[in-house]
Nanobody
Framework: QVQLVESGGGFVQPGGSLRLSCAAS????????MGWYRQPPGKQRELVAS???????NYADSVKGRFTISRDNAKNTVYLQMNSLKPEDTAVYYC???????????????WGQGTQVTVSS
């Protein structure tokens, strides 16, 4: 009933930039938090950045000053602008949203399918 569709991953050289997008669709009533997680090869999934409906933002220390999260509430879309990319940023990036729907009570967490980001020379 709810889908998160990511786009924008790919291959980039160190120092380059990429912009990820994630659009939420379906029977959405309200979105409270949208964000990005990543899972590097052989490691656990970790929070990269998140933004609340009130535009309160949170970043992992490793990306502060390089990544910027933004949100378009009218489009139910979240973006992640990634600059000055490093090889250690290589990971599968997952979109995440905490939201309520028009068909179920309560708040639920949804995940996108993931998009690969590879930073290499």
């Amino acid at each position: 009933q709810v889908q998160l569709v990511e786009s924008g991953g790919g291959f980039v050289q160190p120092g380059g930039s990429l912009r990820l997008s994630c659009a939420a669709s379906g029977s959405i009533f309200s979105i409270y938090v949208m964000g990005w997680y990543r899972q590097p090869p052989g490691k656990q999934r970790e929070l990269v950045a998140s933004v609340t409906s009130g535009d309160s933002m949170n970043y992992a220390d490793s990306v502060k000053g390089r990544f910027t999260i933004s949100r378009d509430n009218a489009k139910n879309t979240v973006y992640l602008q990634m600059n000055s990319l490093k090889p250690e940023d290589t990971a599968v990036y997952y979109c995440n949203a905490v939201l309520s729907t028009t068909t179920m009570r309560g708040r639920y967490r949804y995940w996108g399918q993931g998009t690969q980001v590879t930073v290499s020379s």
